[in-house]
């Protein structure tokens, strides 16, 4: 191969590199929450994918914070324990004995894989979960359900973060990979937590730069099932007027958002974990994909991507 045929293949991967520039320059030392779930947790070439996304964002110079859940981990695993996987109002019922195995598959087992293939690429991850220093804490949830409160076990509503552990971890230069396992903040228990809840909350907390939230979908689509467009972009407003509607999966979803995005955090995003490389996608390149929230102010006033 001649030196100018060499020079000529290279030129794409040049041009990529220049246009994720002015999304490096605008990134350079923010904080990046992101919530792993759905295909990209069972994967295994999309799970690569992912944990090389993160640690490039890690290496470009961006703080990530990873939260993760694992709803199928789990059934999977209450399954073999002879436990019926029972849901109301879109979340998982959990008794005493179901709570162990759920502490016990989150940071046992789907947080374990995912240091382990962080750190495939250097020293870089931790893992810790919402117990650890308080990081997550909680009281017990009790969902409506036909105009009276309904007992689910043990599953937590977020009431504090405590961000110190997350901090010293990046201050440090590592990858937080938090179970989002909570602390009681009264009653002694530790409850489970639905991962896109912790992770918005996380996000508030840190005064992140942005919430991506890792889906089995393209985006928010507008007018689903009658139509498959994705609205790439819209005000807090605009999706507050459209969570009535929306199926029950993509409610904590959309509500994470909108809760990040009117408590300080920049822009929220849903993005398609089943594309590779969807989290490279949408930071660095003009297009982007999925949906992103903006506050009302920003939304009103930016016609660029972010």
Same mark, same amino acid.
């Given at each position: 191969? &001649?030196?100018?045929?060499?020079?000529?293949?290279?030129?794409?991967?040049? @041009?990529?590199?220049?246009?994720?520039?002015?999304? /490096?320059?605008?990134?350079?030392?923010?904080?990046?929450?992101?919530?792993?779930?759905?295909?990209?947790?069972?994967?295994?070439?999309?799970?690569?994918?992912?944990?090389?996304?993160?640690?490039?964002?890690?290496?470009?110079?961006? @703080?990530?914070?990873?939260?993760?859940?694992?709803?199928?981990?789990?059934?999977?695993?209450?399954?073999?324990?002879?436990?019926? &996987?029972?849901?109301?109002?879109? /979340?998982?019922?959990?008794?005493?004995?179901?709570?162990?195995?759920?502490?016990?598959?989150?940071? %046992?087992? #789907?947080?374990?894989? /995912?240091?382990?293939?962080?750190?495939?690429?250097?020293?870089?991850?931790?893992?810790?979960?919402?117990?650890?220093?308080?990081?997550?804490?909680?009281?017990?949830?009790?969902?409506?359900?036909?105009?009276?409160?309904?007992?689910? %076990?043990? #599953?937590?509503?977020?009431?504090?973060?405590?961000?110190?552990?997350?901090?010293?971890?990046?201050?440090?230069?590592?990858? *937080?990979?938090?179970? &989002?396992?909570?602390?009681?903040?009264?009653?002694?228990?530790?409850?489970?937590?639905?991962?896109?809840?912790?992770?918005?909350?996380?996000?508030?907390?840190?005064?992140?730069?942005?919430?991506?939230?890792?889906?089995?979908?393209?985006?928010?689509?507008?007018?689903?099932?009658?139509?498959?467009?994705?609205?790439?972009?819209?005000?807090?407003?605009?999706?507050?007027?459209? +969570?009535?509607?929306?199926?029950? %999966?993509? #409610? *904590?979803?959309?509500?994470?958002?909108?809760?990040?995005? @009117?408590?300080?955090?920049?822009?929220?995003? #849903?993005?398609?974990?089943?594309? *590779?490389?969807?989290? +490279?996608?949408?930071?660095?390149?003009?297009? %982007?994909?999925?949906?992103?929230? /903006? *506050?009302?102010? @920003?939304?009103?006033?930016?016609?660029?991507?972010?």
């Amino acid at each position: 191969m &001649s030196g100018a045929t060499r020079k000529h293949t290279a030129l794409p991967k040049a @041009r990529i590199l220049i246009e994720a520039l002015p999304w /490096l320059t605008r990134h350079q030392g923010k904080t990046v929450v992101i919530k792993f779930g759905g295909n990209a947790m069972v994967d295994e070439d999309l799970k690569a994918a992912f944990a090389q996304d993160v640690v490039f964002l890690h290496h470009a110079g961006l @703080r990530p914070v990873v939260v993760h859940g694992g709803g199928p981990q789990i059934s999977a695993q209450l399954d073999r324990h002879g436990l019926v &996987s029972e849901f109301k109002a879109g /979340l998982r019922v959990t008794t005493d004995e179901a709570m162990d195995v759920v502490r016990m598959v989150l940071a %046992g087992q #789907v947080q374990r894989e /995912l240091v382990g293939l962080l750190n495939e690429h250097g020293p870089i991850a931790v893992g810790i979960t919402g117990e650890d220093a308080h990081t997550i804490n909680a009281t017990k949830h009790m969902p409506v359900i036909d105009g009276e409160p309904v007992d689910i %076990g043990r #599953v937590g509503e977020v009431t504090r973060i405590d961000t110190g552990a997350v901090e010293a971890l990046l201050k440090d230069g590592r990858i *937080p990979v938090i179970s &989002s396992i909570a602390r009681a903040e009264d009653d002694g228990h530790v409850y489970n937590v639905n991962a896109d809840t912790a992770a918005a909350a996380l996000a508030a907390a840190l005064g992140a730069e942005t919430l991506m939230v890792l889906t089995d979908v393209e985006g928010l689509y507008e007018n689903w099932p009658l139509s498959d467009e994705v609205i790439s972009r819209l005000s807090a407003t605009e999706l507050e007027k459209l +969570l009535p509607d929306l199926s029950s %999966g993509m #409610v *904590p979803k959309m509500e994470g958002c909108l809760f990040a995005v @009117r408590n300080g955090v920049n822009t929220a995003r #849903v993005i398609d974990g089943r594309v *590779p490389h969807s989290i +490279l996608l949408e930071i660095f390149t003009d297009e %982007g994909i999925g949906t992103m929230v /903006l *506050p009302d102010g @920003r939304a009103a006033s930016t016609t660029e991507r972010e």
